[in-house]
């Protein structure tokens, strides 16, 4: 994702910390499509990244940052992927990480953290109780908190993912971007670097903006139902449960920044169950080959209800993000 530097903050003559992420394969899926009723749609494979998710590119650009100001120490809470990517970041920087994640992260996911040498306290209840300690711990020890949206370089790495996709697609955008969404920040930052490309001239004045589209689980969708409800923040959702981990977050920090990114690119929320979410998680990965994560599976179970729906139009060219991999979840 580096060479993308000139659009990331990145100090002339600095090396950045990176271990191979993003330039992630997209594969075009035309049966799939079809079966779906439109007209093209692309699969974004973030789960060949680092870590195998798409949170290697935030926590790449995070870690980059924080070492050239010289921070003693990382700490984050998690559900699960992004403790792996900064434990990771933080073993190729040199620089000791703690990381907060509740006990019913995927054990594969698990494994990975402490395998990269973090500290790994396991908490009872979701991510928001994880973030309690992580911020308590960064109080006391002075560690730097890399959580969602509490520092500004996660953001950047994440739009790298609107940079490949448009770059892949030779320089337009598609109408739709279904994404998966906990945190938000791929999303947030694919909104604010679409414009950033058709600002810069990277792309046409007229450029057509995709509309971005909101997939959560039903067991946690608080912002879906503040989408719903056209709030401009959402409500925490009482008891999250889902088993795509990654989509398990009650109270997104960036709730603001994602409604309003779905208000301006006039986009959609929507949310499906458990039984819809394993059945596009096989279906994702019989249709194109890749190994889909269940938040993978939740995108294209949310496709295919805004189809049926008619809120997605046949004449519609569809980027779905795969988010992570699904080995992480077999156990």
């Known amino acids: 994702m580096w060479r993308y530097a000139a659009v990331l903050p990145l100090r002339s003559g600095e090396r950045p910390v990176g271990l191979g992420e993003g330039a992630t394969p997209m594969h075009e899926v035309p049966a799939l499509a079809r079966e779906l009723g439109i007209a093209r749609l692309w699969v974004k494979d973030e ?41 990771a970041y933080g073993a190729a920087a040199g620089i000791p ?56 370089y996660r953001i950047e790495g994440k739009k790298t993912m609107g940079l490949e ?10 109408t739709h971007v279904i994404y998966p969404t906990g945190g938000g920040t791929g999303l947030i930052g694919m909104w604010k670097v679409f414009r950033e490309m058709r600002d810069g001239g990277w792309l046409a004045r007229d450029v057509r903006m995709p509309r971005m589209v909101v997939a959560q689980a039903d067991g946690c969708a608080p912002m879906v139902r503040a989408f719903r409800e056209r709030a401009d923040r959402a409500t925490p959702w009482e008891d999250p449960q889902t088993l795509a981990s990654g989509l398990r977050v009650p109270g997104p920090l960036g709730d603001r920044l994602i409604l ?48 049926r729906a008619g809120r997605i139009a046949a004449d519609a060219e569809v980027v779905l993000f795969n988010t992570g991999s699904g080995a992480s979840y077999r156990f």
């Open 97 to 152: 990480v703690r990381v907060y994640a509740p006990a019913s992260t995927p054990p594969p996911i698990l494994a990975t953290i402490r395998a990269l040498g973090a500290d790994l306290q396991l908490v009872d209840g979701h991510i928001g109780d994880a973030g309690r300690q992580s911020r308590a711990f960064a109080a006391e020890r002075g560690f730097f908190d890399v959580s969602t949206l509490r520092e500004p």
């Open 165 to 174: 996709l448009a770059e892949q697609l030779g320089w337009t955008l598609p």
């Open 47 to 87: 789960g060949l990244n680092p870590t195998a998710s798409f949170k290697a590119r935030g926590m790449s650009a995070a870690v980059t940052r924080a070492k050239a100001l010289g921070v003693p120490g990382f700490v984050v809470p998690t559900a699960g992927n992004a403790g792996a990517a900064l434990a």
């Open 260 to 307: 309003r990114a779905l208000y301006e690119s006039q986009g959609d929320a929507a949310s499906v169950s458990e039984q819809a979410i394993r059945e596009g998680t096989m279906r994702l990965s019989l249709a194109s080959g890749v190994d889909a994560a269940p938040e993978g599976g939740c995108a294209l179970a949310v496709l295919e209800l805004l189809v």
